[in-house]
């Protein structure tokens, strides 16, 4: 997308819907722009009639009006800025829901592609920039050329053979900023990609810190620290000295044009074409006309850094997700919930080796099936596509004989729950955690929950009960109360399909007795696909898969298996006898 492109879309998509309030801070331009001038005006008057024919009668009023005009350029600088920052955060909000709209719809794929942090720092820094390019961009487009314009008439007016002298030099500014604006659009993206990558850095650096502290790597982050942020403040005082620079070359510019001027009006003084009068309105106005000249040759800067800010916002909110409904698409029926894999072809990467090879499942309804398996077999990969978080390559996947292609996500996910090994829980309460698998569920419904779970006795002995805030991803609790936790919010959404990825850590005897009875309700007469690591879960179960290298390579049951399969016999007396 072009520069101009992105503007307009800019101005389409975020800013036209205020345009009535950016008319209104126009108006208040007009009025700074009006008595900015006036002041010049009014040395001319005051020079005149007060120092040089000292008319007394004026003595009030003049000065009274260039405090008028003060007071009047004062409060409108004052109303349009207070509008076009309403204005930007409005529009920060609006980008950064649409942002985020387009970010919990992405697929799977997307945000696994990328690290939290740089969604965040995009969220966070870039919209800032975008921000800025909204308020500044348009306040300071309008504020300086009108006052530009004022100032420049009352030069005119004053005497036009110095004004002319005076013009000449402007675009020798703009040409200067210019330039500058493009150094400036250059550094500005780097120091986005920075900041986005000591989000990130930190991030780890907070998940990880019990390992920074065991393996003593406290010196070693320090210095990548160090390296991070000093590289962040290299361009970051690169981005203020090329901002900077543009100050000594106006400061010099506008010294020759001084002494340019004061060349001339002297020859004019002389001649009788000026008189002293106009020509101290003339320097006034063109003093007060270095700042908007000035701040027009840096606004190059801000659309630079605004355009770098929307060419990373803007893609995020075009994230298209490859998982959506089919036109058309049908509710899903359920009856048994009978799971089936036709041929399944997957590949996370369309590049990438095949994940599964004509994968074929037939998971009877309302029971047990497990699926076996070397890591990396592809198990967790199976389980993922059956809630859609990736679509296959070919083949299909049916739940009671109905594509889940052909179905609505919503009614499909609806009748969903998964429970896996890590269990994810939110930085919240305990009772807002079991919640979030149904909003509308009472306390009642809720506490019963946490009943049949087995979280009740460990929730009742919390100092708030069900309203202690857990922190992080549950930090304060073990991780036996976690994953009956994340069993109590399954029990709650009463889903007939259970995901359910057994959890490879052992726990003390009597806690994995609690989790395997919490489970035993949760899964009762549900139709449950679970990667197992526990000889009694696969005892359970009334089907087990082996999955090897993305292919099934046998299935029945745990007897049947033991016989007539190599790879599961071994598997066997590798991994589960010893659990
Ligand atoms: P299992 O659950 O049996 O341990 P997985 O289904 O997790 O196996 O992994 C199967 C293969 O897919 C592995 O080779 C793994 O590297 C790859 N894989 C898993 N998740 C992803 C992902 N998000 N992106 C790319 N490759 C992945």
Not at 230 to 255: C, D, Q, V
Request: hydrophobic share 45%; proline share 2%.
């Amino acid at each position: 997308m072009s520069d101009i492109e992105i503007l307009k879309r800019l101005y389409k998509e975020y800013t036209s819907k205020y345009l009535k309030k950016i008319i209104i801070a126009v108006f208040f331009t007009v009025l700074l722009a009006v008595s900015t001038s006036s002041v010049a005006y009014l040395l001319d008057p005051a020079i005149k009639q007060l120092f040089i024919e000292q008319k007394h009668e004026l003595i009030y009023i003049i000065p009274g009006l260039i405090v008028l005009a003060f007071a009047i350029k004062g409060s409108s600088l004052y109303l349009a800025k207070i509008l076009m920052i309403g204005v930007s955060e409005e529009v920060r909000k609006d980008v950064q829901i649409d942002m985020f709209d387009s970010l919990i719809r992405a697929d799977t794929k997307v945000i696994d592609g990328k690290h939290s942090g740089k969604f965040i720092s995009n969220l966070t820094n870039d919209v800032d920039m975008i921000t800025n390019l909204i308020s500044t961009v348009i306040l300071n487009l309008f504020k300086d050329s009108l006052t530009l314009i004022g100032l420049l008439s009352v030069m005119f007016y004053q005497n036009w053979k110095l004004s002319l002298i005076a013009i000449i030099m402007i675009p020798l500014a703009s040409f200067a900023a210019k330039s500058l604006g493009k150094r400036m659009g250059k550094v500005v993206g780097q120091q986005m990609i920075k900041a986005g990558v000591l989000n990130t850095y930190l991030m780890d650096l907070f998940k990880n810190h019990k390992l920074t502290k065991v393996f003593q790597k406290e010196e070693y982050e320090k210095r990548r620290a160090a390296e991070f942020i000093s590289s962040l403040k290299e361009t970051a005082k690169k981005i203020a000295i090329i901002f900077m620079r543009a100050s000594p070359i106006m400061e010099f510019l506008t010294g020759i044009m001084i002494a340019i001027l004061i060349f001339f009006s002297a020859k004019l003084v002389a001649k009788g074409e000026l008189e002293v009068s106009n020509f101290f309105s003339f320097l006034a106005a063109m003093m007060l006309a270095y700042q908007p000249v000035r701040s027009l040759a840096s606004l190059n800067i801000a659309i630079q850094q605004g355009l770098a800010g929307a060419k990373s916002v803007l893609p995020i909110i075009d994230i298209v997700p490859e998982v959506k409904d089919v036109p058309n698409s049908k509710e899903l029926s359920v009856e048994k919930c009978q799971i089936t894999f036709a041929n399944v072809q997957f590949n996370y990467d369309k590049n990438e080796q095949q994940i599964l090879n004509s994968v074929n499942l037939d998971i009877p309804g309302e029971k047990m099936t497990a699926l076996v398996g070397l890591s990396g077999a592809g198990k967790s990969t199976i389980l993922n596509l059956i809630p859609r978080f990736y679509n296959i390559n070919d083949g299909d996947i049916k739940i009671d004989n109905q594509s889940i292609y052909d179905c609505s996500l919503r009614s499909l996910r609806k009748n969903i729950s998964l429970v896996s090994q890590d269990t994810t829980l939110f930085d919240d309460t305990i009772k807002n955690n079991i919640l979030y698998a149904n909003l509308d569920a009472s306390e009642n419904e809720v506490k019963e929950a946490a009943k049949f779970s087995f979280a009740d006795e460990f929730i009742e002995k919390l100092p708030n009960k069900y309203e202690t805030i857990i922190g992080e991803n549950g930090i304060r609790l073990s991780g036996g109360e976690k994953q009956r936790l994340s069993i109590a919010r399954a029990i709650l959404k009463k889903s007939p399909i259970i995901l359910l990825d057994e959890a490879t850590s052992s726990l003390d005897a009597e806690t994995e007795n609690k989790i395997q009875k919490a489970i035993t309700f949760l899964t009762k007469g549900r139709t449950t696909v679970v990667i197992a690591h526990r000889l009694s879960t696969i005892l359970n179960a009334s089907k087990i898969y082996v999955i090897q290298k993305g292919t099934v390579i046998g299935q029945g049951k745990h007897d049947d298996l033991l016989k007539s399969s190599e790879v599961y016999l071994n598997f066997y007396e590798k991994q589960i006898r010893k659990s």
